[in-house]
């Protein structure tokens, strides 16, 4: 089993940057595939970035690409998103999950879910 606890949620204004962090309890983090999926008010959860297990694949939401950066350190247990260009649209409860199985886009295919962390854009 992985736990997970979202950080570096916060508000900014249009333009700027954060960086999101997960970290993962359990020796088996390395094992799996890791995604940041998130959910704006009134709206379902949609995908935004993925990593393979070993960190060679990476995928993105159209609306992300150029943007966004997915990483993760197998030896700290964390997985990271790097947002700039931050825009007032981007606002949303921000969650990491983790999934045996690539397929970055399904969101139904992530097995271990964190909190989330909320990200407000102001524009």
């Known amino acids: 089993q992985v736990q997970l606890v979202e950080s570096g949620g916060g508000l900014v204004q249009a333009g700027d940057s954060l960086r999101l962090s997960c970290a993962a309890s359990?020796?088996?983090?390395?094992?799996?595939?890791m995604g940041w999926l998130r959910q704006a008010p009134g709206k379902d959860r949609e995908f935004v970035a993925a990593?393979?297990?070993?960190?060679?694949?990476?995928d993105y939401a159209d609306s992300v690409k150029g943007r966004f950066t997915i990483s993760r350190d197998n030896a700290e247990n964390t997985v990271y998103l790097q947002m700039n260009s931050l825009k007032p649209e981007d606002t949303a409860v921000y969650s990491c999950?983790?999934?045996?199985?690539?397929?970055?886009?399904?969101?139904?295919?992530?097995?271990?879910w964190g909190q989330g962390t909320q990200v407000t854009v102001s524009s």
């Open positions: 999950a983790a999934g045996s199985n690539w397929y970055p886009k399904n969101r139904d295919k992530y097995t271990y």
């Open positions: 359990g020796r088996t983090f390395s094992s799996y595939h």
């Open positions: 990593i393979s297990w070993n960190g060679i694949s990476t």
